[in-house]
């Protein structure tokens, strides 16, 4: 999906770097003295996905729930796309300990894919794991799912795009790598690089600032 006019104008948002092979979209904007906003970047377009159980399922369910969405692989922790370890310390883990707050919730997507992109139809392999190494793993929070990547990651700006293929890429696709964020109503606000503990800790803050966007819009309105 093309991004918004207001997104396009950040010319240099989408940028890849080497050789670390480094994807990301820079989203912040703002006042550093003050409250920093994540911009918009477009808006993810419903999708259809199957769970473990084999349930038939749409994105639109987590309307109204901040999403996280990544890649994941059935070989993973060895061969795995992200930092599996980071992503579940360092995200999951927060993720948790907010489940119970209504406002605060958020959901992990994992797309199961196999290490060419191509999404993965038994997701049990995947979910032992995760079951086995993730303290509290909760499949409602951190939801695996076969779905097609090239309608999930199909964001682009400037010529360049999520579904860039290119050898430096894990896989030779660049949306194996990324962290997408969404707000409530599914609209893009950060994209990071995920195979480096630095993103990772960097889109926690992002999380953090747009639970604050949110905080902020329910004391204005009271």
């Not at 904007?29 to 994540?38: D, Y």
């Not at 970047?41 to 473990?52: A, C, I, Q, R, S």
């Not at 997507?109 to 049990?124: A, F, H, R």
């Not at 606000?189 to 990772?200: A, D, F, Q, S, T």
Request: proline content about 3%; overall charge positive; glycine content about 6%.
């Amino acid at each position: 999906m093309a991004l918004s006019k207001k997104g396009k104008s950040f010319l240099g948002l989408f940028l890849v770097f080497t050789p670390a092979c480094l994807l990301i979209f820079f989203a912040t904007r703002g006042a550093h003295h003050k409250f920093e906003r994540l911009a918009s970047y477009g808006k993810l377009k419903p999708f259809e996905f199957t769970d473990v159980k084999g349930n038939k399922r749409s994105s639109d369910e987590f309307k109204g729930d901040i999403l996280l969405v990544t890649t994941l692989q059935n070989s993973c922790p060895n061969d795995c796309a992200l930092l599996l370890y980071h992503l579940d310390k360092i995200l999951y883990q927060e993720i948790k300990k907010n489940s119970k707050k209504l406002m605060k919730r958020v959901r992990l997507l994992s797309i199961v894919t196999d290490k060419q992109g191509v999404p993965e139809k038994d997701l049990t392999l995947i979910q032992e794991k995760l079951k086995n190494t993730v303290m509290n793993y909760d499949p409602a929070l951190w939801v695996l799912a076969t779905a097609n990547p090239q309608e999930v990651f199909n964001f682009k700006s400037n010529g360049l795009s999520l579904l860039e293929k290119n050898p430096k890429f894990y896989g030779g696709v660049a949306f194996q790598e990324v962290i997408l964020l969404l707000d409530k109503n599914h609209e893009l606000r950060m994209v990071l690089n995920g195979k480096l503990e630095g993103y990772i800790r960097r889109m926690k803050e992002s999380l953090a600032l747009l639970q604050k966007e949110y905080d902020q819009q329910r004391a204005l309105s009271h």
